[in-house]
């Protein structure tokens, strides 16, 4: 079956840190996006990707970055964490505008 | 700016009642209505999308829009307690990024 998967489920990180997290999609979408999630704010989208070598910003992509050299990964890289940066990170693909969000598990990340 | 406006709760109902879930949303140019649930700590799961205006039935799931009063509701008939979980509107524009903006969600308790 196809899947969205995201690693490491859990990952507790130094300020000033790079940090990279992993999001791998077998749906074979050209669409994916990463969200973090923090109480109060809801889902705010960070970056997203329309397909290969495409990256976009999204209203919170201060301090992220993003590549997609294929289809099935986009990995999400804080260049240096800021304990701001912890939260609930999501990624998501989707065949398109209409079709709604597959979403991943999740990343919860703590930066001390 | 584009705004989607849920009361965040927590919806309180009695098991087997009826559950509904209200969401606005401020750009008349909205074009697709999706509701995602969210147990807790777990990811969004999408459940009902809808386009056009009036009512859409998935089993005990009724989505409904009106894009006159630039509203859309989710209806759970015969709650049960495994329908406790928080509830995401979310809301795209046509023309555009179909990027959608996410409700904070509505805190649903179904209890026994």
């Known amino acids: 079956d196809a899947e969205i998967t995201q690693s490491p489920r859990h990952k507790i990180t130094e300020t000033g840190r790079q940090v990279t997290l992993a999001c791998h999609q077998t749906?074979?979408?050209?669409?994916m996006f990463w969200y973090r999630q923090d109480l109060g704010h809801g889902l705010r989208l960070i970056h997203y990707?329309?397909?290969?070598?495409?990256?976009n910003k999204g209203e919170v992509s201060d301090g992220y970055s993003v590549s997609r050299s294929n289809t099935e990964d986009l990995p999400l890289t804080l260049e240096s964490a800021a304990s701001s940066q912890t939260s609930v990170y999501f990624c998501?693909?989707?065949?398109?505008?209409?079709?709604?969000?597959?979403f991943g598990s999740g990343t919860r990340l703590t930066v001390v | 700016q584009k705004e989607v406006e849920q009361n965040s709760g927590p919806l309180s109902v009695p098991e087997g009642a009826i559950a509904s879930l209200n969401c606005t949303y401020s750009?008349?140019?909205?074009?697709?209505f999706f509701w995602y649930r969210q147990y807790s700590g777990k990811s969004p799961e999408l459940i009902m999308f809808?386009?056009?205006?009036g009512d859409k039935e998935d089993g005990r799931f009724t989505a409904q829009l009106n894009k006159a009063s630039q509203y859309v509701s989710l209806l759970i008939r015969d709650s049960q307690p495994s329908d406790s979980a928080t509830y995401l509107c979310?809301?795209?524009?046509?023309?555009?990024?179909?990027?959608?903006?996410f409700g904070r969600g509505t805190s649903l308790i179904v209890h026994p």
């Open positions: 998501a693909s989707s065949e398109g505008g209409s079709y709604g969000y597959t």
């Open positions: 749906w074979n979408h050209n669409n």
């Open positions: 990707s329309y397909g290969v070598q495409d990256t």
């Open positions: 750009d008349r140019g909205s074009q697709s």
């Open positions: 809808i386009y056009s205006n």
């Open positions: 979310a809301v795209t524009l046509s023309g555009g990024s179909y990027i959608p903006t």
